[in-house]
């Protein structure tokens, strides 16, 4: 039986690269999310997927969270010299695996064996699912316009104020590869719910599944004490009216979950999410060093194999 | 008035170098070879356009003569390891060019507007036109079977004996800001005759020009001492059946040309090329430092002139 971990970018990494410390390769699988991906200088760019790879590869730049480590940028150095866009950090290792992408993309293979190809190259044993093979894009409307994800996120640095979050994709299929009846349960890793989540829940059949089956379904907090992990999750809960805490990322998936796992620091608000029929585990969530990642992700999966006995 | 030099890649941009030194950006014009063109992992690749932007605008390697000095490889190596071919050489600054200009193809710029943002980028003054916005492309019939430009020049290293050289090009429009009223004089640069000045004069409406035009038309001769300066050219020379000498080139261009350069060395061939109805010049003509370059091109445009005067 197989735990799916359902991951974005940065923060769920860090989760997956815990889980594969003692998960084989055939009980562990990822379904990544593609609501970021986008075309840029004509190349076909995935952020979520390669920091995924990069992460379990182990060849993933340790400050930044993305990209690659012992990384160099002459290609986008020259790239700005010729007047081309420089706001998206192009490594010149990592525009390898853009070419590459984009090469087989054209050439007709879909996103699912690209990815495969790619992570099998770089050593990395466990299958990593694009949630769909199918364009799935998120646009931000914000107080200067409609945005596309990685123009909020990256070229205005989320400095925009978010009203409202879209989720474009013209009936796109969860990624056929995944075999819910595989599943012995669910990990939707602490990315952010919004921007990497969401995307990914935006598919009905991946929704449907979520909420209608008995496998257990574990959700871990990416707000810590009022705070986000990591990026703007705090910043547009705030400007979405949302309050910035673990109760309202718990209601946020209410439907979806029946575990929650908050940080010991949240302790107190395990009474109202226990309210609304989901059990709460309380652990320490802040990952900041590889023996934290494996830790939070044992407890997570031992919480969800505790649920599917209950 | 100006200047015409027909150029290919490594052996004329040196010619071409040296023209810049004392001609006004005014005066000279560069029409380059395209049929070397290529797209090779979805990326659209001018050789000879670039190794003249790159010579002119001091940024090509001295050793390789190709390529951008002090360059790194690091998107090479690690598509090499994701397993797509490595045998043309990618630089990571280099690609920079590819990537922009293929971008820029996508979105409906023809070849001579990118190239003309590539130089002036690099700080090029000089105009470097493509000798045409449509696709051309040289292929060689060898011992091992029909291969593309690259494939012969640069992943089977010149190996294969060649049999016939084919130009294909479905009506291919010479350059139309090509303003031939303009010109006082054509210099054919002592680039390959079949690989690199060949596909050019594979137009018609070029090969007509130059055939029926009063202006002097003067080849440098790539052959000297009965070896060529750079590359392939003797060896395809001598598998074409056609002798390695000044004399076979002069022979070559005859119905296009009223003035020919041969090195000092080859000053025994002069009667011969002479009684083709061709004047005939001998200079020294292996380029080894800037000052040969110069020398040498300020004596192609003297002879050019001298011709005129006749």
Tied chains: 1, 2.
């Excluded at 007709?108 to 990593?128: C, F, H, M, P, Q």
């Excluded at 978010?162 to 075999?179: G, T």
């Amino acid at each position: 039986m197989t735990i799916l971990a359902i991951t974005g970018g940065i923060g769920g990494a860090k989760l997956a690269l815990g889980l594969t410390h003692f998960l084989t390769p055939n009980e562990l699988i990822f379904l990544a999310n593609t609501g970021d991906d986008f075309e840029h200088l004509g190349l076909y760019i995935s952020p979520d997927i390669d920091t995924l790879i990069y992460t379990l590869a182990g060849v993933v730049d340790p400050d930044r969270g993305w990209g690659r480590s012992e990384e160099t940028w002459h290609c986008l150095d020259t790239l700005a010299y010729l007047g081309e866009p420089s706001w998206f950090q192009l490594g010149d290792q990592d525009l390898a695996v853009h070419i590459a992408r984009t090469h087989a993309l054209k050439r007709g293979k879909n996103l699912s064996e690209i990815t495969d190809r790619i992570r099998i190259a770089l050593g990395v044993k466990y299958r990593i699912l694009p949630v769909s093979d199918d364009p799935i894009r998120t646009f931000l409307h914000t107080s200067i316009g409609r945005l596309s994800f990685q123009e909020y996120f990256v070229k205005k640095r989320c400095e925009p104020t978010v009203n409202q979050i879209e989720y474009e994709h013209s009936n796109a299929c969860l990624n056929p590869r995944l075999d819910l009846s595989e599943l012995e349960g669910v990990i939707i890793c602490p990315s952010n719910p919004y921007l990497s989540i969401g995307p990914m829940l935006a598919i009905d059949s991946l929704f449907e599944f979520l909420q209608s089956t008995r496998i257990p379904v574990v959700a871990v907090s990416p707000v810590v004490a009022g705070k986000a992990i990591k990026g703007p999750t705090a910043k547009i809960m705030q400007e979405l009216g949302v309050a910035v805490s673990a109760i309202a990322v718990a209601r946020h998936y209410k439907e979806l979950i029946n575990g929650f796992i908050v940080d010991e620091s949240d302790i107190d608000s395990v009474p109202e999410i226990e309210s609304m029929d989901i059990s709460v585990s309380a652990y320490p969530s802040v990952m900041t060093t590889l023996q934290d990642r494996i830790k939070l992700a044992r407890h997570s999966v031992n919480f969800v194999r505790s649920l599917s006995q209950q």
